[in-house]
């Protein structure tokens, strides 16, 4: 099979079309171009991306949106701003009791753990929420919160 590469605008475009628990990719795109059905089996012959060597158990990742507060909280720490890595490291040290086993698993995709790249979707949200300066902002690899950003950390430093 070909692989191709979408944008995020796409991505978030066939996330909409899904069915949860349901489709691929592959089975939302021949859905909107009403395709025929694919043939029996076609997609668990499919090799994946996502493919890992540890099954995941329903209820064993921890929510992306549960990196927030301690990402808010290990900012503000750090006077607003940090390195990526010193932010992450922090973050852990924070989590080290709740994190799962399959949580610290790495992603076949790069050389970062399950949590890692979680919490990094979350500071993508953050950005796109003005609670993070964006990338065109800060030095490369630095993240650094913004007005709206270091008034939710103050709030979440109290709770």
Do not use: C
């Not at 692989?3 to 069915?19: G, N, Q, S």
């Amino acid at each position: 099979m070909p692989t191709i590469r979408i944008d995020d605008d796409v991505y978030e475009w066939l996330k909409k079309l899904a069915r949860p628990f349901e489709d691929t990719p592959n089975s939302v795109l021949r859905r909107v171009a009403e395709l025929d059905s694919a043939p029996p089996n076609q997609e668990e012959k499919m090799p994946t991306a996502r493919q890992t060597k540890v099954p995941q158990v329903h209820g064993q990742k921890t929510p992306q949106s549960a990196f927030r507060k301690p990402l808010l909280v290990v900012l503000r720490k750090l006077g607003g701003k940090g390195d990526r890595m010193r932010v992450l490291n922090e973050v852990e040290k924070l989590l080290a009791d709740s994190l799962s086993e399959f949580d610290k698993t790495d992603i076949p995709s790069g050389n970062s753990s399950r949590w890692q790249k979680s919490a990094e979707w979350e500071v993508r949200t953050m950005r796109e929420q003005g609670l993070l300066k964006p990338v065109s902002e800060t030095p490369r690899g630095v993240w650094a919160l913004t007005q709206e950003g270091n008034a939710r950390a103050e709030a979440a430093g109290r709770s």
